[in-house]
T-cell receptor
Framework: EAGVTQFPSHSVIEKGQTVTLRCDPI?????LYWYRRVMGKEIKFLLH????????ESGMPNNRFLAERTGGTYSTLKVQPAELEDSGVYFC????????????FGPGTRLTVT | AQKVTQAQTEISVVEKEDVTLDCVYE???????LFWYKQPPSGELVFLIR??????QNEISGRYSWNFQKSTSSFNFTITASQVVDSAVYFC???????????FGPGTRLSVLP
């Protein structure tokens, strides 16, 4: 069974540009999460989808970030316009079930904003 | 609020030494889960262990062992006879039974020198 996949693995963009990160969860997992680790700090929660609905987006830093999960399958996280402080590693995770203590993480996308 | 503290930012040891990574957590939940993840240089998050709050038995898996002390809110991780391949960033994480997202510590970077 394929794990959580993320694309691209690395993205380098200039300040002000737009970037879209993609996450494909494990097939059948209703729960999808986005996290990010900025500049050696802790990994922080961004948001949580249950199927196509946003269950919790309390961790989204500002309105430059837009997450979607059309059809309840893959998810995209768009940053527009990107700022220098957005640089970091963006992780996606998925899980199955209501309690969902087991989250499977993807390899992450390293975003560098110059 | 939930919080995870990993006081050691970086640790360097020589191969074959034992090393303990500290993790202290804060939560008001009476039931919760604790985790350790490894992030090798390749970037992905590798699950190491999950511990339920009502199970204080220590666990050993090969060269890895975990010491859960509920009285001191600590969940320390020991690597015995460290190897170069153990070099990575290690994250301790907490998840409430009712909440869906993880709260991660800032990570400890372990360097094992040959």
């Amino acid at each position: 069974e394929a794990g959580v996949t993320q694309f691209p693995s690395h993205s380098v963009i200039e300040k002000g540009q737009t970037v879209t990160l993609r996450c494909d969860p494990i097939s059948g997992h209703d729960n999808l999460y986005w996290y990010r680790r900025v500049m050696g700090k802790e990994i922080k929660f961004l948001l949580h989808f249950v199927k196509e609905s946003k269950q919790d987006e309390s961790g989204m830093p500002n309105n430059r970030f837009l997450a979607e999960r059309t059809g309840g399958t893959y998810s995209t996280l768009k940053v527009q316009p990107a700022e220098l402080e957005d640089s970091g590693v963006y992780f996606c995770a998925s899980s199955q079930g209501l309690e969902a203590y087991e989250q499977y993480f993807g390899p992450g996308t390293r975003l560098t904003v110059t | 609020a939930q919080k995870v503290t990993q006081a050691q930012t970086e640790i360097s040891v020589v191969e074959k030494e034992d090393v303990t990574l500290d993790c202290v957590y804060e939560t008001r939940d009476t039931t919760y889960y604790l985790f350790w993840y490894k992030q090798p240089p390749s970037g992905e998050l590798v699950f190491l262990i999950r511990r339920n709050s009502f199970d204080e038995q220590n666990e050993i898996s090969g060269r890895y062992s975990w010491n859960f002390q509920k009285s001191t809110s600590s969940f320390n991780f020991t690597i015995t006879a460290s190897q170069v391949v153990d070099s990575a960033v290690y994250f301790c994480a907490l998840k409430g039974i009712y909440g869906q997202n993880f709260v991660f510590g800032p990570g400890t970077r372990l360097s094992v020198l040959p």
